[in-house]
């Protein structure tokens, strides 16, 4: 029992004798403490183990470079899978690996069983304190008489540490929900779960297929995936869907690709009052994505409008001015002395991509900014407007020892990656940076569409999976022509539980790839409504694999399928494969066929290739 958990029982007995409702105060603050514990012996009913668990636990242990963690992790799948002939492997990394390997190695050897308990019993009794109650642990779960034996004689021992341990462990063996929680028993039911999320079964599925299941039911999952590979296809049939998704409140995820498909057509919708976004969340959508896509001098009505938007003045006044349009110039004039030091910053950038030399003292006068991150945008912005001094300064700046100021500095020079001088001082210097000032230029540069820096990003990939806005960003980066390397990374890497930003991204890279671990993401899209989206997606699909795989789908539909769904896909047949496919489908079906009805529909109504 946690010295907490004792501390508020006594508190509440000493309460009881005061106050009744003092003393069930307490007990239900006991049973808060206790609750995490009980989630943990809740969870532990859903794992299990299959005859593939041993196979893929040794896999795992032929990588060199795994972690320790990760080691005890695959240690404790190969006793749960009760892989006898690896018993030599594990009281080997009993013995000589380092303390976590040595602990999940113990754990493993007890849910391995077997009738040798020498080297646990060994262990148990040992003064290592930080291996003894593993062993103890494993001798009780190891199923032996001798074992369980040998643990008694330890609980008789009430005066000593593992005497009390002991005592516990049996207790959490006999029957956990009642037991309390214990540090050694936590690392168990915590090996258990993660040996089965890696190599075995959860709720009587692999981890992966939970995840996927769980990202396929999402819509902002499959919208992220349709709209953002359809939003690189050049076909005058992906910008009639987006203009028609755009008309129908469509999710952020469409606008932006409908910003990437068709931005002079949407620009003309807001200039002619017929569309407008409808709240401050879709204006920033489109603003961000006319920013990150550089399509601001397609967008000069849409940019004139967002300026209504208060939150969005600046924003839209800079993207003016980087598009060539000079309205927005006078508001900049006025925030370059605003108390916002991000607005400041963004206007040395604008100011930099202008090609406008005369900006060149404006630029000089900021480098005296009380703001580190102004000065250093400044700095760059020079840089790009090819002044020499500004050059050599950032050489040397980056030559000298890392501090805030180089990071500062770094980060400015990576997010204009894409400007040609910018560029090439990176890829100059790319070989004496650091390991973390390489990956974070290789991102850039890669998202820029040079892949030659790409090396580091497909080691720190490879050696630790991405998490957040920063993996995402990486993850990105490689999904930009991907080699059949990065396409073997995004395969092994999706699903990622919890980061629905990395798997949009990592399924994005895999249809670039055309890489067949992205149809089961096309088919849930395909199968399901909005209409707009399911076409979208078949025209994806065909585009990686032909009109022959929509066929083929029409022979094995899910169980589920309504008659409209059929339709539809037929309609995306007739529409993505044109008058010969949709004959082809008559003559497989009869006119009744709802698939039929939807491809003649498609081809006679002209929506074809």
């Known amino acids: 029992m946690s010295k907490r958990l004792i501390l508020l029982c006594l508190l509440a007995w000493f309460g009881a004798l005061a106050s009744p409702a003092a003393a069930q105060d307490a007990s239900a603050t ?38 320790g963690s990760q080691r005890a992790t695959a240690f404790f799948a190969l006793g749960s899978a009760r892989t006898e002939t690896e018993r030599a492997r594990l009281e080997s990394w009993a013995l000589e690996g380092t303390t976590v390997e040595r602990q999940g190695a113990v754990l493993a050897l007890g849910e391995l069983g077997g009738r040798d308990t020498n080297l646990l019993e060994r262990l148990a009794g040992s003064k290592d304190a930080e ?128 910003v990437d498909v068709l931005p002079t057509e949407l620009d003309r919708l807001v200039a002619t009052g017929l569309w407008t976004p409808a709240d401050e969340v879709e204006w920033t959508a489109l603003l961000n994505e006319i920013d990150e896509g550089r399509l601001e001098s397609l967008t000069p009505n849409i940019l004139r409008q967002a300026r209504v938007v208060a939150s969005l003045r600046t924003y839209a006044s800079l993207l003016l001015v980087r598009g060539g349009h000079q309205e927005g110039a006078p508001l900049l004039e006025l925030e370059i002395n605003s108390d916002d030091p991000i607005a400041r910053m963004r206007i040395a950038d604008v100011w930099g991509g202008t090609g406008n030399k005369t900006l060149i003292p404006r630029l000089l006068t900021m480098l005296n900014d009380v703001d580190a991150q102004v000065r250093n945008a400044s700095l760059v912005a020079q840089l790009r407007l090819g002044y020499g001094p500004a050059r050599e300064k950032i050489r040397e700046r980056l030559a000298q020892a890392k501090d805030a100021e180089h990071d500062i500095l770094f980060h400015a020079l990576c997010r204009n990656a894409r400007d040609s001088e910018a560029k090439a001082l990176l890829v100059d210097r790319f070989g004496s940076l650091s390991k973390g000032d390489q990956i974070l ?127 539809r896909v037929g309609f995306a047949i007739g529409e993505w494969g044109g008058i010969e496919a949709a004959e082809e489908l008559a003559r497989r079906g009869g006119a009744a066929d709802p698939a039929v009805q939807g491809a003649l529909l498609a081809a006679l109504g002209g929506r074809t290739r």
């Open 30 to 67: 006991a049973r808060r403490v206790n609750q995490p514990w009980a989630r943990l012996i809740e969870r532990d009913k859903r794992v299990s183990y299959t005859s593939r668990t041993a196979g893929a636990a040794l896999a795992a242990l032929g990588d060199q470079e795994l972690s």
């Open 131 to 258: 291996l003894s109650p593993y062993a103890v642990l494993a001798l009780l779960r190891s199923r032996s008489e001798a074992g369980a034996k040998f643990v008694e004689e330890l609980a008789s021992q009430t005066d000593s540490p593992i005497g009390a341990s002991a005592a516990a462990l049996r207790a959490f063996v006999a029957d956990a929900a009642t037991a309390s929680s214990h540090p050694v028993a936590q690392r168990w039911l915590e090996l258990r779960w993660e040996s089965a999320r890696r190599y075995g079964l959860i709720d009587g599925q692999t981890w992966s297929t939970k995840i996927l299941e769980g990202l396929l039911a999402d819509p902002r999952f499959l919208d992220g995936v349709v709209y953002g590979a359809a939003s690189q296809m050049k076909d005058s049939v992906v910008r009639d869907h987006f203009l028609e998704l755009v008309l129908d409140a469509p999710p952020t995820e469409c606008l932006r690709g409908a």
């Open 441 to 567: 230029a290789a991102t850039y540069l890669s998202l820029g569409g040079r892949t030659s820096e790409r090396g580091v990003l497909r080691d720190i990939l490879n050696a630790t999976p991405p998490t957040g806005e920063i993996g995402a960003r990486i993850v990105r980066s490689i999904g930009v022509t991907p080699t059949a390397e990065d396409a073997t990374i995004l395969r092994g890497l999706f699903p990622r539980e919890g980061e629905l930003e990395i798997n949009i991204a990592l399924v994005l890279g895999l249809i670039e790839a055309n890489d067949p671990a992205a149809v089961p993401v096309l088919r849930a899209a395909l199968w399901s409504e909005p209409w707009g989206r399911s076409l979208l997606a078949a025209g994806v699909w065909v585009q990686m694999d032909g009109v022959d795989a929509l066929m083929s789908e029409l022979q094995r539909p899910p169980v589920a399928a309504t008659a409209r769904d059929l339709r």
